[in-house]
């Protein structure tokens, strides 16, 4: 039997760190090239690591001590902006945290999900409007949004994250939604 490259990369994917990336890649010829298939980080990576991952879309956090590369917001922010494709699923971790310029955004109806902290901080956010596709929210997602006004909570939200609203510039009012569980205004 031939193994192929799905079948490597699959197996690649519980390797444990960069080295056996590495020895796979220098080691067997026809398998050069298999760290570039990936679309998303099967480890965790440093500043080295990364570079070799070249194609990653999706930034996986496997514990609290890994490195976290503050210049990698959402299909990279710095270059494409507060504009978010439709081919986007989900807002991931601090996506526009401290985003002090931004003051509205759209989010399109391919979102799922709003990550821990991705508004968290964003100061000179006003209004903003969620899609009925979302369902969930992360901790602290909108935490210190202290100029967001206008927000709709589409019933199609099932999940809350902790202190979701916390110093929301809306919080007076969103306190009036009985769907909204008390711990989103907690610290």
């Known amino acids: 039997m031939k193994i192929g490259y799905n079948e490597i990369m699959i197996t690649s994917m519980y390797f444990d760190d960069i080295k056996d990336f590495i020895n796979l890649e220098i080691g067997i010829k026809r398998f050069q090239g298999n760290i570039e298939r ?16 070249a194609n990653i879309e999706t930034f996986h956090i496997y514990n609290k001590y890994d490195e976290i590369f503050n210049d990698g917001k959402y299909l990279n922010k710095n270059k494409y902006g507060n504009i978010i494709s439709s081919e986007v699923k989900s807002l991931g971790y601090e996506c526009f945290y401290n985003g002090y310029e931004l003051t509205t955004i759209n989010i399109p109806s391919s979102i799922s999900e709003i990550g821990y902290y991705c ?4 100061s ?6 969620i899609p009925s596709s979302i369902s969930k929210l992360g901790d ?7 100029s967001l006004t206008s927000i709709n909570i589409p019933s199609s939200i099932t999940s809350f994250g902790w202190g979701c609203f916390y110093k929301c510039g809306c919080e007076k009012e969103l306190k009036k939604n009985k769907r909204i569980p008390r711990n989103c205004f907690n610290k």
Do not use: A, M, Q
């Open 124 to 129: 000179s956010l006003t209004s903003i409007n």
């Open 119 to 122: 508004f968290d901080g964003c």
């Open 140 to 146: 602290r997602c909108f935490y210190k949004c202290t």
């Open 38 to 53: 990936f679309h998303f980080n099967p480890i965790p990576l440093n500043e080295y690591s990364r570079k070799l991952f």
